[in-house]
């Protein structure tokens, strides 16, 4: 079965993201548990969150989390690496609460002082946390391949899991950030050859979650620009192409797509209904 929803807005308190997401008939959805752009955020008040696991209770919903993004697990700076683990951590213990399974995160940036270096910080990032929280699962999201970022490719994220000891820890594919490393999902014989390589570095059944994304650049540029299904680099027929294969006939797909006057939510889910169908899926 697929489950399509987006990334949603938490103004107002957390379960107005379950709540806007059972209004629009989502499957699924995704958000932040406070300020993107600040290291801490907040106590969740407890009626907010009874109020959430109501929600999604009641509408059958399945909610992952995203870490904010100033979370650098690579970081050579010791002061960021601290805080990234205290971050990840406070939104494990948040996903607890909120009876949250899943949490992503980017691996980051080893900021020039090279991979060999960044690997290890993030190893034992993701391990202290792992240590410090039960039952919430991390995601590491592939990156675009930007300069000095760590998971571009996926036996990088493979061989962190295999430091960390594959303890709750999985993997988020972001179709943008994979084309823009330079994976030709348009192509059914290279999108093959991806999950060929997922499958032996990571294991197919490590990917829980798809951020749906078209890409504003083209393949191998490195930037991690997304845009509106069907309308982007990607474009339609890749994600016909996507959909067609085994290993994304079921799963939960999350759009993180810009609103603007070329496209919206609501466009961009009709776009991705008219694809799952011209690729013979059902929801």
């Not at 079965?1 to 995704?30: D, E, R």
């Amino acid at each position: 079965m697929i489950k399509l929803g987006f990334h949603l807005s938490i103004s107002g308190g957390v379960s107005n993201a379950p709540a806007y997401a059972a209004k629009h008939g989502y499957g699924t959805f995704q958000l932040f548990l406070g300020s993107s752009r600040s290291w801490h955020s907040n106590p969740i008040d407890k009626k907010e969150v009874e109020k959430f696991r109501g929600i999604v209770a009641k509408n059958n919903l399945y909610p992952f989390a995203h870490i904010p993004y100033l979370c650098n697990p690579s970081s050579p700076d010791t002061n960021v690496h601290s805080k990234s683990i205290e971050m990840i951590i406070e939104n494990m213990e948040k996903c607890n609460a909120l009876g949250i399974k899943y949490l992503v995160l980017h691996m980051g940036s080893h900021k020039g002082t090279g991979i060999k270096r960044g690997i290890p910080n993030i190893e034992s990032a993701l391990s202290s946390s792992l240590d410090a929280v039960g039952n919430v699962e991390l995601l590491l999201e592939n990156s675009a391949g930007y300069k000095n970022s760590i998971g571009s490719r996926f036996d990088e994220i493979g061989h962190v899991i295999d430091l960390v000891g594959k303890k709750r820890l999985g993997l988020c594919l972001d179709t943008c950030h994979a084309f823009a490393a330079g994976y030709d999902i348009r192509n059914p014989e290279k999108l093959d050859v991806m999950i060929e390589e997922i499958d032996s570095s990571v294991g197919k059944s490590k990917i829980k979650l798809v951020h749906l994304n078209d890409a504003r650049y083209g393949l191998g540029s490195g930037l991690d620009r997304h845009w509106h299904i069907g309308m982007g680099e990607i474009g339609r027929d890749g994600f016909v192409n996507l959909f067609r294969n085994s290993a994304f006939s079921s799963g939960f797909f999350i759009m993180e797509t810009p609103t603007n006057s070329q496209g919206n939510d609501s466009t961009n889910m009709a776009e991705v209904l008219s694809i799952i169908s011209e690729a013979g899926r059902h929801l």
